[in-house]
């Protein structure tokens, strides 16, 4: 069964570094999305993504973040300067029309 | 915001009861979701249901939907060990705005 992919697994960055987070989507969706979920809390929606462009972005996706399809399968969200705040879980998820959002395993990342 | 809201936020029952899940939200949806995640792992989506649905079911699952009540329950039947997890709702309205999660505990 087709599934989301994330990669890294882990990442351990220190505070004021770069991080570029990556996702494969399934291959026939067309919608994609970014969430975040802080240790304990209750998961965020942070972007979505459709026909190349941002179609919503919550308070969270400040300039700092940024996304890209760079290629026909790779979806990123990439972070410019981490902040201790920024430590999370991160999912990427992807979906066709109005249905299923299918959410890959996710990235924790952690911000010294 | 159109939050889902889950209660109970915990829940405790011996292995081959029923678990019973509600969640409550406040704006209008397109569909509403239903997730499981394990401790410290991905969502696994488990069923959706359209706003225009009342019932639905998957399996040992059951999902019900009241737009009137914008209210939704989970009922997991012949509850499993391997069923402990946390189970969030997700309503859906182009993103997902999730709840803040029932932990079950189901005992051996």
């Known amino acids: 069964e087709p599934e989301v992919t994330q990669t890294p697994s882990h990442q351990v960055t220190q505070m004021g570094q770069e991080v570029i987070l990556r996702c494969v989507p399934i291959s026939n969706h067309l919608y994609f999305y970014w969430y975040r979920q802080i240790l304990g809390q209750k998961v965020e929606f942070l972007v979505s993504?459709?026909?190349?462009?941002?179609?919503?972005k919550s308070e969270i996706f400040d300039d700092q973040f940024s996304v890209e399809r760079p290629d026909g399968s790779n979806f990123t969200l990439k972070i410019r300067s981490t902040k201790l705040e920024d430590s999370a879980m991160y999912f990427c998820a992807s979906r066709v029309l109005q249905e299923t959002q299918y959410f890959g395993p996710g990235t924790r990342l952690l911000v010294l | 915001s159109q939050q889902g809201e889950e209660d109970p936020q915990a829940l405790s029952i011996q292995e081959g009861e029923n678990a019973t899940m509600n969640c409550s939200y406040k704006t209008s949806i397109n569909n509403l979701q239903w997730y499981r995640q394990n401790s410290g792992r991905g969502l696994v989506h488990l069923i959706l249901?359209?706003?225009?649905?009342r019932e639905k079911h998957s399996g040992r699952l059951r999902v019900t939907l009241d737009t009137s009540k914008k209210s939704s329950s989970l009922l997991i039947t012949a509850s499993r060990a391997a069923d402990t997890a946390s189970y969030f709702c997700?309503?859906?309205?182009?993103?997902?705005?999730f709840g803040t999660g029932t932990r079950l505990t189901i005992i051996p």
């Open positions: 993504f459709y026909n190349n462009e941002i179609s919503e």
């Open positions: 997700a309503t859906d309205k182009e993103k997902l705005t």
């Open positions: 249901i359209r706003s225009n649905e």
